[in-house]
């Protein structure tokens, strides 16, 4: 008689399981079915839906959404993600309905939702908040919505927030060409702005906008909602595109730190104008300061202006090869220009002080104008020929304009911080640069969201409110990654423990790009109903152990 065979599977778990066990830890699932709504007939609720976009989002395989059931295949679906989820439930129309419905509750609305209790559950701190907004760019051709289109996507939630946005926030982003930080101006681009806080670069607020807004206008707005929203009472840090005479004004009432850009003509002036002896060396290795004071735009702040060894350095290597290179520009436009004729002494003396103009690091000197005639006889005129036409021509020598140079020379390095925190016990000098310093925070999640391997490295959607929902999503991939990270590190340095990094050496600040790698070949396997965990090393239960236990669920380590 034939015994019947065991029943095996084996499905992937890989990083996934640490993914999943933030986003439970988050309680996004609950936050959005609760904004969103959750309709009696549907499968998968939003909530799920979105944790399975985070999930495919950050499985860094170059697997973008629209192969959104392809990736799920082989993967630990129900584990995951919910009881009777499989892959094939994860297609593309599920992906755009969920997308439409992120877009009509609002993704600035839900993404603080979302990051408000995120902030809360992990205990992230928010002494200071920075500031920062970057362009990405999408592929094709997008006309600008219409009405008609707009509303197409309002799905109403059955269960309504009272605090919903209003209806002016629902208009839908506009995919145009603008500044591109990118370099691609042939492209259409929408633009985010991101506010992080320096406690593990976590995101706080994202709001998408369009294609061609410009920072200066917006960025106050966007410290006010913030502020609105969370009830923020700390220090605002922002570059300088936050310093404006009506920005500042706008900000009275909040703490603010940015950079002063150097085309203010009272900066200009300060940058330069400071004695060997003002100097104070900073806490920070490789920076001096002076402390000036300033009323720029009518309110009384502090200004810093900061010299970085290191960037002093690397700068006057760059004027002195600025200067070589303009050297022999200007030398062979000063040939060509020799070389033309014109009709008048005053139009020479015109387009001779013209070049002259245009160079940065050098003039023209011992200008000398000569006078020609052409005759219509050919050969050797008589002296009682009369000439048919009088020409000029100019020359002149090639000077250095060592002022400049040496005024480039003593600017590199510098750069102006200003506060209106005027009391020194509440915010040292020194506080002031390494808040600034900390704006990298913002950069370095930018720099996540393009990097290539992230699925929405090229924003594939052809249309404006699932781009911008897409972004959402993509702000939250940030989140979620941020979270793991500053937790695990956290936990490592508390409890003494190390890690292998890719070189083998130990460390307690590893990235989370590293660590989801490690994790790669865990599998699920289910003989007979029963779950177990394969190829768990004991450097994964170590890295587990510090994730929590929510995180270890998800391997079975109970």
């Known amino acids: ?203 706080l607020y994202l709001k998408i906008d369009s294609g061609n807004i410009d920072d200066k206008s917006v960025f106050v707005e966007r410290l006010k909602e913030f502020k609105k929203s969370w009830t923020f009472e700390g220090i605002n840090v922002a570059d300088s595109a936050l310093y404006t005479k009506d920005n500042i004004i706008a900000m009275r009432e909040m703490k603010w730190i940015t950079r002063v850009p150097l085309s203010i003509k009272s900066a200009q002036e300060k940058i330069l104008n400071i004695e060997d002896d003002q100097w104070t060396k900073s806490e920070i290795s490789g920076y001096k300061m002076v402390e000036k004071e300033s009323d720029y735009g009518g309110i009384k702040q502090r200004w810093l202006i900061v010299e970085s060894e290191a960037r002093k350095k690397s700068s006057i290597k760059q004027v002195n090869k600025q200067v070589e290179k303009q050297k022999e520009k200007a030398s062979a436009a000063l040939g060509k220009l020799s070389k033309q004729t014109f009709a008048c002494e005053p139009d020479a003396k015109m387009a001779i002080e013209k070049l002259s103009n245009s160079f940065k690091y050098h003039k023209i000197n011992n200008i000398q104008y000569q006078k020609t005639a052409e005759y219509e006889q050919l050969g050797r005129p008589s002296k009682l020929a009369m000439p048919t ?21 003593t600017r590199a390095g510098r750069f102006i911080l200003a506060t209106n925190v005027i009391d020194k016990n509440e915010l040292s000098n020194d506080d002031v640069l390494k808040e600034y310093k900390a704006q990298q925070s913002t950069e370095r999640g930018f720099r996540f969201l393009k990097d290539p391997l992230f699925f929405t490295s090229s924003v594939f959607v052809k249309n404006p409110q699932r781009v911008e929902a897409i972004a959402m999503i993509m702000g939250l991939c940030l989140l979620v990654y941020t979270l793991a990270q500053r937790k695990l590190r956290q936990e490592l340095e508390s409890s003494g423990i190390s890690v292998k990094n890719q070189v083998k050496k130990l460390t307690n600040k590893p990235t989370m790009r590293w660590i989801f790698q490690v994790f790669q070949a865990v599998h699920l396997i289910g003989v007979n109903g029963q779950k177990q965990v394969s190829n768990l090393t004991v450097e994964h239960r170590k890295i587990l152990s510090c994730l929590g236990t929510v995180c270890r669920q998800y391997y079975l380590i109970i």
């Open 1 to 203: 008689m034939n015994q019947p065979q065991d029943e095996i599977k084996v499905l992937n778990i890989d990083h996934l399981g640490i993914i999943a066990g933030i986003i439970d830890e988050m309680e996004l699932v609950e936050i959005v079915n609760q904004q969103v709504g959750i309709k009696e007939k549907e499968s998968l609720t939003p909530g799920q839906v979105m944790k399975a976009m985070i999930l495919n989002g950050l499985g860094f395989l170059s697997a973008p959404l629209y192969l959104f059931e392809q990736f799920f295949v082989g993967k630990a679906t129900e584990h995951l993600i919910g009881e009777g989820v499989l892959p094939s439930h994860l297609n593309d129309d599920r992906l755009a309905r969920g997308l439409d419905k992120y877009y009509a509750v609002g993704t600035t609305q839900l993404f603080t939702a979302i990051a408000i209790k995120a902030a809360e559950k992990f205990q992230v701190k928010m002494n200071s908040i920075h500031l920062d907004g970057t362009s990405m760019y999408v592929h094709g051709e997008y006309a600008k919505p219409s009405e008609k289109e707009v509303d197409s996507v309002k799905i109403e939630p059955e269960v309504k927030n009272s605090e919903s946005e209003p209806e002016s926030e629902m208009k839908a982003i506009e995919l145009k060409h603008g500044y591109s930080r990118d370099h691609r101006p042939d492209l259409k681009q929408f633009i985010v702005d991101m506010i992080c806080t320096g406690d593990g670069d976590i995101p």
């Open 389 to 409: 036409q009088i020409n000029y021509r100019v020359t002149g020598e090639l000077e250095t304009k060592l002022e400049v140079i040496e005024a480039e020379k």
